[in-house]
């Protein structure tokens, strides 16, 4: 395995897999086949052999894949068989939404930090946490070693707010904001964008 | 063109290609190539030259692709070339949120109601939208036709909730529920999962 061969396209598959397995783990299933996974996800049963073979050879012929096996090899190759600490940068509805969303349990991460340029925000509790101030938040990220941040504020704050958290040493970016952000390329944004999944359903309307 | 033969992955790229070339237009880009838009997207020219050609014949060797024609022409294929009614279903944070989020403009959405089976929330202002009563929801919605409904309850209530969408006649659910959905084969659910692009990260880092 070499994993600066790995296609981007395919590591954006993995997690897709991992959820599914997780569903079918959940459910009191052992085994399954590419064939049953595929079903599960909308994906090709050849794809799923293809992309999980980059890896290694984790199924059998005949019998197929063993689910806690695969998921264990899963949470290996994409590093969340450890849990990643991760900072909310916006205290709105969205960060409300966030510190309250029970969806990262057991996911492979855990918000410890949220943080507003808004006076009357900061100093605020949500939840176990109270909103921090922006202005502090570079030193704050630093300390803490924090690499991975979800950004929820409004468009037009949030290229700048990026931009301290890539001086912070951030490198990755869950960005709810509606609007593309420039970062360096050692750096990793994904978008969160209502609309485009909205689109992907209208066609079959 | 034959709607029924195109793959769902092809589909679910086509927003994608969609969003990018609305940033390059604003941008005040006129002109593209399957190139350029691949280094934006992440998607292999090859592939985005394949995945257009399936709806016909959009560029020209050489000059590329007009971003306006393209843009036209995937809005005309995924149906955003009008407004689609929607309504959200849990006035929580994440309803909130999604009533305030400034992403849907120029998407081909607006929300046009909101529910929720907390008393203390029925009646209550968000924006222009006066919180409704899912007691009444499956008559509402069939009575203004509305096909897309974006679902942010709490885990345990939203297969409960999704039959009631379903019945009422929605064809197409955005879940931001934990959970995965059982529906009739002629609806579709697409799932907004932080957990999943944060995973999506974590393998680089």
Do not use: C
């Not at 991460?109 to 946490?129: A, L, T, Y």
């Amino acid at each position: 395995m070499n994993a600066e061969k790995i296609p981007d396209i395919i590591i954006s598959r993995l997690p897709v897999y991992l959820r599914a397995l997780q569903r079918m783990a959940d459910n009191g299933l052992k085994t399954t086949s590419s064939q049953e996974l595929g079903e599960h996800v909308g994906i090709s049963a050849a794809q799923i052999r293809k992309d999980i073979s980059q890896f290694g050879e984790f199924g059998k012929q005949g019998t197929g894949y063993s689910i806690s096996y695969l998921l264990d090899k899963l949470r290996e190759i994409l590093k969340v068989d450890r849990i990643w600490d991760v900072a909310v940068v916006g205290a709105g509805d969205m960060g409300h939404a966030l510190v309250h969303y029970q969806g990262f349990a057991n996911r492979g991460f855990r918000i410890v930090m949220i943080f507003d340029n808004d006076k009357e925000k900061v100093g605020k509790k949500i939840s176990q946490f109270t909103v921090e101030d922006t202005d502090k938040m570079v030193e704050r990220l630093k300390s803490a070693g924090i690499k991975i941040a979800m950004l929820t504020v409004p468009a037009t704050a949030a290229q700048g707010v990026a931009d301290k958290l890539v001086q912070a040493g951030v490198k990755a970016i869950l960005n709810y904001a509606p609007i593309s952000l420039n970062v360096p390329s050692n750096v990793k944004v994904q978008y969160i964008d209502p609309s485009t999944h909205l689109q992907r359903m209208t066609y079959y309307l």
